[in-house]
């Protein structure tokens, strides 16, 4: 069964982004982009989340942050970059301390355009991304079997 | 014989009942809040969504644990259903959180362990004012069984308004609401991360999830109680206190842990104990 796409939990993360984008990630919540209508909850919690939203170009300061965010959450996930800064940098992009792009540090999914994005196209984005993330799911369920398999038999081993 | 089947249907259709709760809950909160809301049955959703999620484990206590809070929400609510004796009842619920609690414990995070100290607060909180409760039906109806008490005619709520509007503030507590939602952050999603179930995902949270199903029914039949002369007026009484919940849920911010402590005791010890002294020394007994 795939319940996975109709409930997906996103965790959103600042990183060094001009706030731009966030707000309007943000205005997806209100009554009227409601996003919970698809069963999305803006979750604070890697361990709990699906879907990572990441805005901004990454800076020194903030790429291990990322890479542990991202490492904490739970296959399957995908990880959509909102906002031109996440996609390459943006304006930022030659500044000293931004590494100029969320791809640079994490694989990436869906890219959003827009300066800022639009909440539609932000939906947009997540929708595409719930179709991989679906993906990901089938992909995934041969593969935790295995894993697991794997596991119990290196137990049973030692 | 009517106990067994009290308490096997209690097994079975309190998680699909509970979660129509939380389905109608979510939707009647969107539109308190001007929004439209998920699907019915996106509680479900959620739960079945986690259970396809990869397992990752802290340490693999927390999963008994977690195993033994919802064993034990699930013995308490069935010995409820049951008819069996109110207080053997109260002690199980109580182990069931104190496992919840260990749960929390047993994982090294500070954000996992600020919710355990919340949750030990809450359960301090209600825990006198439920007790209170039990010794209040107990003085009208004559015993600690809920099937004598669903069988007395007495019309409870009018000898124990006060004990049963102390329940409400501690239902409050109970169904994870505001003001007192501070040890899981349950509707404001992000509170100290995820309050005492940070560490817990996939299938942990899962568990968790059904056991907080099976308890809000088993709540539910607790309010049910102070009503069961007329079960038509009982069953109004319950929807009318959720509904009431969920509206006290939207129309207030959460407080901090001395505040769920004050109210908690306060209540238990000027609704709570004020009422059964009446009962008991005005009134004389039922």
Known sequence: MAFLKRSPWLLHYDASSCNGCDIEVLACLTPLYDVERFGIINTGNPKHADILVITGGINELNRDVVENIYEQMPEPKVVVAVGVCAASGGVFRECYNIVGGVDKVIPVDVYVPGCAARPESIIDGIVTALGILEEKRSRMANLTAEKEVARREAEAGS | ?286
């Open chain 2, 1 to 286: 014989m009517n106990g067994i089947l009290g308490a096997l249907l209690f097994i079975i259709l309190a998680p699909f009942l509970g979660g129509l709760i939380a389905g109608a809950d979510r939707i009647l909160t969107a539109r308190m809040q001007g929004r439209v809301g998920p699907p019915l049955l996106q509680p479900f959703y959620d739960v079945g969504k986690l259970f396809e999620k990869e397992n990752v484990v802290v340490t693999t206590a927390q999963n008994f644990y977690i195993l033994a809070y919802l064993a034990f929400i699930i013995v308490s609510g069935a010995l409820f259903f049951a008819g069996g004796d109110l207080l053997l009842i109260i002690f199980a619920f109580t182990l069931a959180h104190v496992f919840l609690v260990l749960g929390a414990y047993a994982v090294h995070s500070p954000y996992s362990h600020i919710g355990a100290e919340r949750e030990l607060i809450q359960i301090m909180a209600y825990e006198p004012m439920i007790i209170l409760s039990a010794v209040g039906l107990y003085l009208v109806s004559g015993s600690f069984y809920v099937g004598d008490i669903i069988a007395s005619t007495v019309p409870a709520i009018l000898y124990l308004p006060g004990v049963f509007l102390g329940f409400l503030t501690i239902l409050t507590i109970k169904l994870r609401k505001s003001p007192f939602d501070i040890s899981t952050s349950h509707h404001a999603h992000q509170e100290i991360v995820k309050g005492i179930t940070t560490e817990f995902s996939g299938a942990t949270l899962g568990q968790v999830e059904i056991a907080h199903w099976y308890e809000n029914v088993f709540l539910l039949g607790f309010v049910y109680l102070f009503f069961a002369f007329n079960p038509i007026l009982g069953v109004v009484a319950v929807i009318v206190t959720y509904v009431a919940e969920i509206f006290i849920d939207n129309t207030t911010a959460r407080l901090r842990w001395q505040a769920a402590l004050q109210s908690g005791w306060g209540v238990a010890a000027i609704l709570g104990l004020f009422n059964l002294a009446v009962v008991v020394y005005i009134i004389g007994g039922v």
